[in-house]
């Protein structure tokens, strides 16, 4: 599956390339991430890749990035814009319903996502329908995650409930780890040299990736471990304490300045922590905290840091609720990145079509400041996950393999 889609995304850069156009990068890794998972997770691709794609220099923003104005495109913008609804409602706590005492603001959405969802729900209970029917039933390895949901609950709501949690995990975090890469790709073009050294070096100039040699492609490794640690897909996160009161054990002895007093945890609490303040954090990183060097994961002092302490690298959570997908997404992520560098050497931002109200402000740069925003050339923002404003429009460069 990787190779069939990552092969299709691929064909559209080259297309894309050898008309001399930009791709917004943020919208076709949706693609090919959700094209990818559908199939995986429910057995039906939603081929989402052959859809219209956004038009350089005349791209719609989204509540995320880009859009379009077909059916696809409709369910993107309701499915981003209801994430933003979601975290705002999250960040004002339990009185949220106070503003919205006349209307639902989701109502809108939630109807463009039932319109593109409900069909897949529908069919999958009819087949199991008439599957029961026949008496005939399939080896538990050849069902889709569909399949088992339907064999749980006949209730069409849940099962669409649990599709969009699943396609929310599969398809924007995955993208949004393809979207970063590229990013700093266009940044940093000597870790694009050394990368493709790499690739080259291990799988060829056409080779696929193998559970095999992946275990020797270190450095790529550090370069999606480098991007996770700069911009975690999920950002900020909440967690709400049990039915009962408890006390903390004693502060990370990190921050020597803090008291060791036992902190106080009431019940029921809702509490806000984030990872990307904790991944670039000088205290826990180093004084070069904020600046990108994958170098930082082969190197045994430094890295010494995060085994000495794992919980400040924490991009797909940690502990018993650890991301399910995490070996998934590594896998996908490689894959992907590896035959991209096999086809394409250059990655340049094309600033030109970037929608002029999603470029970083101007006081991001103010000799005052301080952090990446400084160097920042796109705006990162985040509403459930991260995500960059107006898409990421890239220009891509062929090998000259590629290109004889």
Request: hydrophobic share 40%; net charge negative; proline share 7%.
């Amino acid at each position: 599956m990787f190779e069939r889609h990552s092969s299709h995304a691929l064909s559209i850069i080259a297309s894309l390339v050898s008309s001399d156009l930009p791709c917004e990068a943020q919208d076709l890794y949706a693609r090919f991430t959700l094209d990818t998972a559908s199939e995986f997770l429910f057995g039906k691709n939603l081929n989402t890749l052959s859809s219209s794609l956004p038009v350089p220099g005349q791209g719609v923003i989204g509540a995320k990035g880009s859009v379009t104005t077909d059916s696809w495109g409709l369910f993107v913008q309701a499915f981003e814009e209801i994430q933003q609804i979601v975290t705002s409602r999250r960040r004002l706590g339990n009185i949220w319903p106070l503003f919205e005492l006349f209307d639902d603001k989701t109502t809108p959405q939630v109807t463009a996502i039932r319109l593109y969802l409900d069909p897949i729900v529908t069919q999958v209970l009819h087949d199991m329908e008439a599957m029961e029917n026949s008496g005939i039933e399939s080896p538990i390895e050849e069902k889709t995650f569909i399949q088992h949901l339907a064999e749980s609950t006949k209730d069409a709501g849940l099962i669409r409930d649990q599709i969009l949690s699943v396609l929310l995990a599969s398809r924007d975090t995955t993208a949004c780890l393809l979207t970063y890469v590229t990013y700093l790709l266009t940044m940093y073009p000597n870790v694009t040299k050394k990368l493709r050294t790499e690739v080259l070096e291990h799988c060829g100039p056409d080779g696929a990736l193998t559970y095999d040699n992946t275990k020797h492609l270190k450095y790529l490794r550090a370069v999606i471990n480098e991007t996770l640690r700069l911009f975690p897909p999920i950002p900020l996160n909440m967690r709400e304490s049990r039915a009962t009161s408890c006390t903390l054990p004693p502060a990370d002895p990190t921050y020597s300045t803090f008291s060791t007093a036992l902190l106080y945890m009431p019940k029921n609490t809702t509490f806000l922590y984030l990872p990307v303040l904790t991944q670039q954090n000088p205290a826990l990183w180093g004084k070069d905290a904020d600046i990108f060097d994958p170098e930082r994961w082969l190197d045994p002092e430094r890295l010494a840091r995060f085994t000495a302490n794992p919980m400040m690298f924490t991009p797909f959570g940690a502990g018993p609720r650890i991301c399910l997908g995490q070996n998934y997404a590594y896998h996908e992520a490689s894959y992907f990145l590896v035959r991209l560098l096999q086809q394409f050497d250059t990655f340049t931002l094309a600033s030109d079509v970037q929608p002029k109200e999603s470029l970083p402000p101007r006081e991001w740069k103010q000799a005052s400041k301080t952090g990446r925003g400084t160097v920042e050339q796109i705006w990162p923002a985040a509403a459930m996950t991260l995500y960059v404003k107006g898409g990421l429009w890239v220009r891509f460069g062929r090998s000259d393999a590629q290109s004889d």
